[in-house]
C-alpha cells in the first residue's frame, strides 16, 4: 500500500497522477477492503460538504459569553455583536450569532428539533501540515507551515485537497475517499452499471476529483444537458450522438496524460449517466412513505439562490438506492463571504441564510427517515482577523466549523477555544490571525471513518493525518461524532 510518505515524495505531484500509482493503489486497496467489507452493514451513508468559500468570519459566529466576552469584545471593537443578543447554546460559555436561531434549535435539541440534539461545533481548526506547539514554535520556523497561508485560492485548494505543503495534486480527499471505497462499498452496481458517488451542486470542486474517480455535476434541476433541450425525438437523439462522438473520440485519439485521459473519460461518462440520473431525479417517488417531492417543495428553504443545492441534495440522498449507491459525496458552494467591508450588515444576512437553509436540509432528513445516514459539515478557506479594518475584517487562518446530522453528537463545542487577545497566546501576528489547534486532517478523518475509509488506507485519503493521529486507534481523532 502507498503510504504518507510516499504519497508526498518520489516526484511527489508526478506520482499522484501516474499510472503505477493508480494501478498500485486499485490492486492493494481491494485486498484490505474485501477483508473490512462485512465490518461496514447494510447502512447507506452520505456526506455533504458545504463550502463557505470567501473566508467566513466564524468568531463572530462563535461567540465567548460570560468571563470570555469581554476579550472577545475588545478585540472585536466595533465588530462585536452585543452579548445581549446572542444566541444561547445550552450548556455551555458561548452564544451564536443572532442571525442563527435555526442552528441554536438544532444545538440544543429545542423547536423542531425537541429531543434530537443534530448540530455541534469545533473550536479554533484550519490546515496544518503538523501539530503548532505554541506561538513561538511559529514565529521562529520550528513546524512546517501550509503554503500561502493567507491566499484565497491556495486555502481553498488545501481545504479541498488536505495537501497543505503547496504541492500540485491533482486530487481531492473526497475524491481519494471514493478511489479506495467505490468500487468496494457500492458493490449493487454489477452488470455494467456505473454511477459516480461524488456529486457536486457547484461545478467542479477539487474535492471530488480521485485519481480513478471523479464526480458528476449537476444542478438544482438535476442533470447537465448538453442537447439544450430533453426528449427522444431522431433529431436530439442524433445531436446527442454528435456531442458523445466529439468527447469521447480525443479519449482515444489525443488524450495521454492521465488526468487529462481521465478528465474526457469523466465528461463522457457524465453525458452517458446524465439520462438515467435524470429518470430518478425528476420523479424520485416516495421513501419511508414520504412523498420525496412533496417534502422538498413544502420545506421552509430561504429565497435565496443557494437553496436549489439544497433542494437537489435533498433528492440526490433519496435517490442513492435507485443510483445503486452505499456511499455518496455531496458538495455544495455558498459564496461571498470575503468581508472586508460592511462584515456586520452583510455576514448577518448571509448567516440568517445559512441558517435557515441548513435547518430545512436537516428537516427534509428527518421527515423522510435520513437522518441517521447524512452528516452536514461546512469548511471555508479561512477564518479572518480578530482586529476591524474599519468596516470589515481582512483574511487570516483558525476558524471554527459547523456538523450537523443524527451521527453527530449534538450540542458540544470540541477543540479549544483559543485566546482572543490581540498579539496574545495564539495571534501570530497581522491583528488577530489565529492559528489553529486543531488540524483540518483530524475533523476529515473522523468523518471519514465513519463513511468507511480503513485506517490502513486512511493516509491515502489524508496523507498527513499520522502527524496528528494514529488511524488505528479504537477512538475517533475530535470526538463530535457518536
Known sequence: MRTRRQFLGEASCAAIGSTSVLSTLLNLTMANHAAAQGGFGTQRKTLVCVFLSGGCDTFNLLIPRGAGYAEYAAARSNLAIPEAQLRNLAGTNFGLHPSCPKLAEMFNGTGAFTGKKRASLLANVGTLIEPIPNKAAYLNGSVAVPKALFSHRDQIEQWQTSVPQGMQVLSGWGGRAADVIHSTLNTEQTGGFYMPMNFSMAGNSAFQIGQSEGQFVITGGGALSFTGASGNSAVLQAKQQLIEDSVASPVEEHYRNLFHRTHARITAN????????????????????????????????????????????????????????????????????????????????????????????????????????????TCSDFGRTLRSN????????????????????????????????????????????????LSADEYFCELLRWFGVTPGDMDMVLPNIGNFYDPSSTSNPVGFLV
Open 390 to 437: 474599519g468596516q470589515g475584517t481582512d483574511h487570516a487562518w483558525s476558524s471554527n466549523q459547523i456538523v450537523m446530522g443524527g451521527p453527530v453528537a449534538g450540542g458540544q463545542i470540541r477543540g479549544t477555544f483559543p485566546s482572543l487577545v490581540i498579539e496574545g497566546a495564539d495571534d501570530v501576528g497581522r491583528g488577530g490571525r489565529i492559528f489553529p489547534r
Open 270 to 377: 457524465s453525458m452517458a449517466r446524465g439520462e438515467e440520473f435524470q429518470q430518478h431525479f425528476a420523479n424520485p417517488g416516495t421513501l419511508n412513505s414520504q412523498n420525496v417531492t412533496n417534502v422538498v417543495n413544502n420545506a421552509a428553504f430561504p429565497d435565496h439562490w443557494i437553496s436549489s443545492q439544497f433542494r437537489a441534495a435533498v433528492k440526490t440522498i433519496a435517490i442513492r438506492q435507485q443510483l445503486k449507491l452505499m456511499r455518496q459525496t455531496i458538495f455544495i458552494e455558498f459564496g461571498g463571504w470575503d468581508h472586508h467591508a460592511e462584515l456586520l450588515q452583510n455576514h448577518g444576512t448571509m448567516l440568517g441564510v445559512l441558517d435557515g437553509a441548513l435547518h430545512a436540509f436537516q428537516q427534509c432528513l428527518e421527515t423522510l427517515g435520513l437522518a441517521n445516514d447524512v452528516i452536514t459539515f
